[in-house]
């Protein structure tokens, strides 16, 4: 429960310091003017944010493990459930065939393929990534001056790493 809370917390923190603005000009539609058919739709829209705050209230407290309170709440926490046992399934499937694709198995399934491409094209990614930063600390080392503006922010990078580093050996 403890991250729970802690979620619960910062998204409330969050909403407290950042409120949803409050109505436009048009809330108060002049009788007789063109904004006066505004009205039905600014009490749909208030509903619709009723619903939405009912629904974030309903979060906060699953969140908090309280248990609900009318059937509306149920509700909520029923599909917020389900989110949850889909995200575990989920998450199941993917370490079972990250834990194969480890061990130099074959995918078992078609599921399991698309999630092996995926750890092949991250793992690419990751690769490039490496040999990039390689080279421009390489560049930069040999005082070489950057070839871009990716090797510049890099360069500027490394100064500041490198100061830090000087910084804390300092006595």
Do not use: C, V
């Not at 248990?67 to 046992?85: I, K, L, M």
């Not at 078609?110 to 600390?137: K, L, N, S």
Request: charged fraction near 30%.
């Amino acid at each position: 429960m403890g991250i729970r809370h802690w979620i619960a917390g910062k998204i409330a923190t969050s909403a407290h310091r950042n409120p949803e603005p409050g109505p436009g000009p048009d809330a108060k539609a002049a009788s007789g003017s063109r904004a006066a058919g505004t009205g039905p739709a600014i009490a749909a829209s208030r509903d619709a944010a009723q619903r939405a705050d009912a629904g974030r209230q309903a979060w906060f407290q699953y969140l908090d493990g309280q248990e609900p309170a009318n059937e509306t709440e149920a509700r909520w926490f029923q599909a917020f459930r389900d989110g949850d046992r889909r995200a575990q399934a989920r998450y199941s499937e993917e370490r079972q065939a990250w834990q194969r694709y480890a061990q130099g198995k074959t995918p078992a399934h078609d599921a399991e393929a698309r999630w092996f491409q995926t750890f092949r094209e991250a793992g690419r990614q990751a690769q490039d990534g490496y040999r990039e930063e390689h080279r421009a600390f390489q560049r930069y080392a040999q005082g070489q001056a950057p070839g871009n503006d990716a090797e510049r922010q890099r360069f500027a990078r490394f100064e500041q790493e490198l100061a830090q580093a000087d910084y804390e050996a300092e006595p």
